[in-house]
């Protein structure tokens, strides 16, 4: 297997694996979300859903650990893949300047720590339940009724929403960077994907803030 | 001076073959015995280069560029001619033979391009399997197009940029044999002066360009290909960096110098702007199929082009040569350009230009035809100029583009000087006295690829060498000379830059030993040249060090030789009394001004000897002949009527 | 015009450098930018100040020496231009033009504007050639070869080696120029006998020479005065991934 360790090493082979795992990802929020949007059928629906979740813990702790798995790897080789661009230009230019990249690829490094830091809160907010004692007090799963009181609070909701932005900053570009990086490209359908990427990007997002902002402003209640 | 060229007897057809057998081999153990020197990396030295060193000799190759891939020969554009006669349209061997020797104005020799026909092939067959990317046809096969001189189509090309493809094939040969090792490549470093031991050429001193380090380099054979000497009129389409000094320190150190004042004028090169120009940009010959060329007949008519009506437009090359008209040859055409400016008669600021007027073809076959056929040269011609070309006429002017003279060789490339061998345009050897359009492309090749690694094998095989290291006393003295001329430029602190001066001579050579030459002219640049070189001398400014890089100090050695080099073309103008392809003297030709040969006194290469010490100020140049011997061509007058 | 110059100096690899200001009277719109720095060296070598080194050679946009960075764009703001054949019509009069290297890891700044480019050089021996030795090859047209990929490939095979792609990439990476020679050799048939350990070789070897890599931004495209395509970066990365599961040769 020195062949792996070889192409990993290499910033191509470790870009490769993180889009390897950014897809993972991806398909992750897909699934996260597709539950999340049952919030608005209404408090069976979504609890009912969380519930059925919960009967089949073998499933559960696979994609739980491959999810972990994906998104160490993803982080480790984005830190290994920064340092050494970091690395490739020592003294910066006096006048720095920008001709097409654009702010979704420049800010690529912020976008995932926020989301990370986004993600820890988010697990102790309604997974570990240890930020908010009403919540902590909700003896049996009501997961509804979680939700509803969490995104009632103007911080807690703001902040998921502004952890929103930088997902789909992030994804806009890491969807359409996944064709890139893994080669799939073809003149024919570039356009699409250079299009399609942060149009998807930016739908997930979407979706997901949705639901902090429709039960702040009290669409769903 | 003993001049033997070498040249095979037998048939013309076979000269080659039979020498191929005749000559010399170094086994293929042997051949790791042997070092050999570059100087060069363009398309002759490059594939030498390359050649040499798979077929097992040590080969170290130098270049001042900071790459081999940056070397001149990148910027040659049309194509590359070839005898494969893949259209079927009666190309041969013998045909491309007879365009060449025809084209050069019969002042080559037969032997050497024949050969270079001969092996023409095999450099498209070459390349091809480097990977260059040359057009194609829809079915697959290689495409041709037809070029100046010639009737057939056998010229192959890829787009505009030829000798970029060729070169970076080349320089992929080269950078396989410095991967594994068995060429040292030597970027950034300037050679300075040859090294005889015992009669022969033995190494090279180098000055690295990073450091200011003079080092000595010791070999069994040394291969000079650095190009031309067009840079010694200072404005050129040569490149900023091409120089003459490789070769005119070995003519220093008693190589012969072949037909210095043969130049090339291409008629179509975009005008000088202003004082601060520093180059000029050549446009494709082929504008002339479907421009106009003319001048107002008024002298120093400022009007704008489209205010001046029909009835004051000078039409010169249709009015003068009525069958051939805008497509008059190359020199006909340069030298017509530059009568009518002299007269006054020249357009745009510096009164150093013609129209060419696209106008007519415009309203015949509409914009878009026309952009269709010269779209890029189009874009490029606005660019540079901010005209738009389709919408007013190009401004043109002739420019200094390629030298057929170089240092004399025989017919194994190799100089008068044992073991010194010149490659390419370095070389006097194939083009006469004017080169077809997509011949350099193919001479630089043949040579590096297909001539020089069975001719030095002879040499090297057939010669006593004994072990020479850099420590011989020959080295110690050609560094400390080499090292006491840079002080001395650095210690002049005169008042002048190195560009004035260089600017100066080339407007002395451009005025006097440009694309009409006369005895009165080239005398006084023959009084004018010494005296600037003497003031350069005294009035030189460089500031900084040698142990650095310092650009103005490596100017100023070039120039420093290109203001001794000029004074040796302008003596091999004057000693020329005759016109032939490039070389016009307004003396010699016939009443309707076409070049006027003299074949009965003047049907031989001038080679040039150097008197005096290889390391002080020329004492004179003496002039030697090599008569040129015509087996198989009947010497014709070229009509353009 | 008139312009404002800010120059980064640097008096060798060693030293250190900063930027320092000029001004520049007398430009003409017409002339080039090295013109314009001609211009600017011959008024400092009249007043005794050491000329700004830069790199330059053909003068008309082919060799690769020449390449600035003007107010933080490689070869500034001309689309396809280099830095020799970008003119000063592209600037306004009185404009403040901040002139710098190269910058990256891999071009150490040799002086002033000149930078050390031998990195890419490395790089083509590493494997950017077809072995094929002089005398042995085939006759030309014995190879048909697809009109489109001969195309395609000239379009890869146009790259200069300038440079520009590495200064204008927000991680100095060189991969459009390494696509560029790996896409040219893959598309063609004589290519193909060394096509997965080309692309292996050159990438291990860009990436020992310290460049950064492709985070998919395509500032490169932009600036290269040749418009060579990331989608030959796409090229790269697949060539890349296929020789490292199937090359047969490659490290266990």
New interface residues.
Partial sequence: M??LK??VR???????LMAITGIMLTGFLVAHISGNLLIFVGPQAINAYAEGLRQFPAVLWAARAGLLVAFVTHIYFAAY?TM???????????????????LA??S?VLTGMVMLAFIIFHLAHFTWRITDSEISAMGEFDVYQMVIRGFRQPMVAGSYVIAMVAIGLHLS?GI??V???????H?RY?RAVRFAGPAIGVGIALLFASIPLSIYLGLVK | MKLDAKIPSGPLESKWEHHKFDLKLVSPANKRKFEIIVVGSGLAGGSAAATLAELGYNVKCFCFQDSPRRAHSIAAQGGINAAKNYRGDGDSIYRLFYDTIKGGDFRSREANVYRLAEVSGHIIDQCVAQGVPFAREYGGLLDNRSFGGAQVARTFYARGQTGQQLLLGAYSALSRQIGAGQVKMFPKTEMLDLVLVDGKARGIVVRDLVTGAMESHAADAVILATGGYGNVFYLSTNAKGSNVTASYRAYKRGAAFGNPCFTQIHPTCIPVKGDYQSKLTLMSESLRNDGRVWVPKTKADKRAPGDIPESERDYYLERKYPSFGNLAPRDIASRSAKEACDSGQGVGESGFGVYLDFADSISRHGEEQIRARYGNLFDMYERITDENPYKMPMRIYPAVHYTMGGLWVDYNLMSNIPGLHVLGEANFSDHGANRLGASALMQGLADGYFVIPYTIANYLASSKLEKVTTSHESFKAAEDSCRKRVGQLLSIKGSRTVDSFHRELGKIMWDKCGMARDRAGLQEALKAIPKLREEFWQDLKILGTNEEINQSLEKAGRVADFLEFGELMCLDAIAREESCGGHFRTEHQTPDGEALRNDENFCHVAVWEHEGDATGPAKGHKRHQEELVYEHVKLATRSYK | MKLKLHVWRQKNKAAQGRMVTYDADNISPNMSFLEMLDVVNEGLITTGEDPIAFAHDCREGICGSCGVMVNGVAHGPQDATTTCQLHMRSFQDGEELYIEPWRAKGFPVLRDLVVDRSAFDRIIQAGGFVSVNTGSAQDANATPIRKSDADEAFNAAACIGCGACVAACKNASAMLFVSAKVGQLSLLPQGQPERQERALNMVSAMHEEGFGNCTNQYECEAVCPKQISTDYIARLNREFIKATLTYPDAKK
Avoid: C, D
């Fill in positions: 020195s062949w070889h192409a290499n910033p191509i082979g470790a870009k490769v893949v050494g661009n970091r690395a490739a230009r020592p003294q910066p230019y006096a006048f720095s300047n920008t001709v097409q990249a654009t690829s420049r690529m570009h359409a960077s064709f890139q990086t893994l080669g799939l490209n003149p570039n």
